[in-house]
T-cell receptor, first 114, second 113 residues
Framework: DGGITQSPKYLFRKEGQNVTLSCEQN?????MYWYRQDPGQGLRLIYY???????QKGDIAEGYSVSREKKESFPLTVTSAQKNPTAFYLC?????????????FGPGTRLTVL | SQKIEQNSEALNIQEGKTATLTCNYT??????LQWYRQDPGRGPVFLLL???NEKEKRKERLKVTFDTTLKQSLFHITASQPADSATYLC????????????WGLGTSLAVNP
């Protein structure tokens, strides 16, 4: 999984609770990404960050928040405002912030909201 | 509308044969195209990248072609093995949209021994 770690691998939460997914990389990559993957829907971009202390919304940012206080870390918070949070969440990084670069993915976190 | 499409049906082939997976796109201006492999419950892994001015790229048993006239990329695995069974994703880099990566839904490949 190329130097990107995500924890935990499985996460269970009650409806209405916020939950934070961890993503750390030791590849010294500038850009980091969060995707959500649902059966039959492919990878959908939630948020991305090209540089520390800056991030942009992706295609489905509503109900999610992120921070990028360190180059190595890009945690994702799934808030209670997210209508259907149960999904497989993938974090990725890429060397160059210019976009379109090869992406290196973590192992994923499967979130189940009960 | 803009679309990127991969074979929706799973591909089943016999070990030793060549697997060919298709990625078609419409209304994009791809700078280049990438292919990834994803195993169940795991993150995608990068395999190959091909630029718009390249016709073909090879890496060991893998070959990718890119035809900007047909708006299509083909991904071939020669001498396929059961270990090649996985889902294969194509992703194009949209030169017209801040070089955003646009993902296909993937094609599931099963190589039978």
């Amino acid at each position: 999984d190329g130097g990107i770690t995500q924890s935990p691998k499985y996460l269970f939460r009650k409806e209405g609770q916020n939950v934070t997914l961890s993503c750390e990389q030791n590849l010294n990559h500038d850009a980091m990404y969060w995707y959500r993957q649902d059966p039959g829907q492919g990878l959908r971009l939630i948020y991305y960050s090209q540089i520390v202390n800056d991030f942009q919304k992706g295609d489905i940012a509503e109900g999610y928040s992120v921070s990028r206080e360190k180059k190595e870390s890009f945690p994702l918070t799934v808030t209670s405002a997210q209508k259907n949070p149960t999904a497989f969440y993938l974090c990725a990084s890429s060397p160059w912030a210019g976009g379109g670069d090869t992406q290196y993915f973590g192992p994923g976190t499967r979130l189940t909201v009960l | 509308s803009q679309k990127i499409e991969q074979n929706s049906e799973a591909l089943n082939i016999q070990e030793g044969k060549t697997a060919t997976l298709t990625c078609n796109y419409t209304n994009y201006s791809p700078a280049y195209l990438q292919w990834y492999r994803q195993d169940p419950g795991r993150g995608p892994v990068f395999l190959l990248l091909i630029r718009e001015n390249e016709k073909e790229k090879r890496k060991e048993r893998l070959k990718v072609t890119f035809d900007t006239t047909l708006k299509q990329s083909l991904f071939h695995i020669t001498a396929s093995q059961p270990a090649d069974s996985a889902t294969y994703l194509c992703a194009l880099v949209d030169a017209g949209n801040n070089r955003k990566l646009i993902w296909g839904l993937g094609t599931s490949l099963a190589v039978n021994p």
